[in-house]
């Protein structure tokens, strides 16, 4: 039980575009979902808190408009980065249920 | 907010011995404490947790212990395996209270030799 379905596992987009990434909860309601942003060797950064029906809670440094986070329904959670760059290249992954079920994860790449 | 470090950044052990990681957490209001294994690529898969109410806790060759006067907490992984390897995170959260957020230690790469 509590799986959370990602997808893509990977996407090549190119600079200047906007890439979606959906989380969703098979079989649990997820009112709560955590986004983070993981480099190379690197730890898992929090980037925002998003909860169903209310505004995401963005992490300090994280540009809002630029990654823009909906909780529309209690089984899906999107992230999308608008307007991607070089620099936004990173996995992405999504965790409900504090923590004890995470998403597979998305690889992003910006040329 | 929450700031959770974690030690070494790297550890070497031969198969069979016991590798300890220790990590320190900041706000005093954290009171589940995660541990989680990722291997290259994949997501974090959680291996045991532990909840401030709670001193030691402990599941067949691991065991996570946690010191709240001193804000300490630690992974106990006995007799090592090679598939042990990996990276292990510590994390902290304020579950369930005003500050739920699951903040990350920076990972220690666990290299156990055959």
């Known amino acids: 039980g509590a799986v959370v379905s990602q997808h893509p596992s990977w996407v090549i987009c190119k600079s200047g575009t906007s890439v979606k990434i959906e989380c969703r909860s098979l079989?649990?309601?997820?009112?709560?979902m955590f986004w983070y942003r993981q480099f190379p060797k690197q730890s898992l950064m929090l980037m925002a808190t998003s909860n169903e029906g209310s505004k995401a809670t963005y992490e300090q440094g994280v540009e809002k408009d630029k990654f823009l986070i909906n909780h529309a329904s209690l089984t899906l959670s999107t992230l999308t980065v608008t307007s991607a760059h070089p620099e936004d290249s990173s996995f992405y992954i999504c965790s409900a249920r504090y923590g004890y079920t995470f998403g597979s994860g998305t690889r992003l790449t910006v040329v | 907010g929450e700031n959770v470090e974690q030690h070494p950044s790297t550890l070497s052990v031969q198969e069979g011995d016991s590798a300890v990681i220790k990590c320190t957490y900041s706000?005093?209001?954290?009171?589940?404490f995660p541990w989680y294994k990722q291997e290259l690529g994949k997501r974090p898969q959680l291996i045991i947790d532990?909840?401030?109410?709670?001193g030691e806790k402990k599941d067949q060759r691991i065991a996570v212990t946690l010191n709240k006067t001193a804000k300490h907490f630690s992974l106990h992984i006995t007799e090592t395996q090679p598939e042990d390897s990996a990276v292990y995170f510590c994390a902290a959260s304020g579950r369930g209270g005003a500050t739920n957020k699951l903040i990350f230690g920076t990972g220690t790469l666990l290299a156990v030799q055959p």
């Open positions: 079989d649990f309601q997820a009112t709560t």
């Open positions: 706000d005093s209001a954290s009171n589940y």
């Open positions: 532990i909840r401030s109410n709670v």
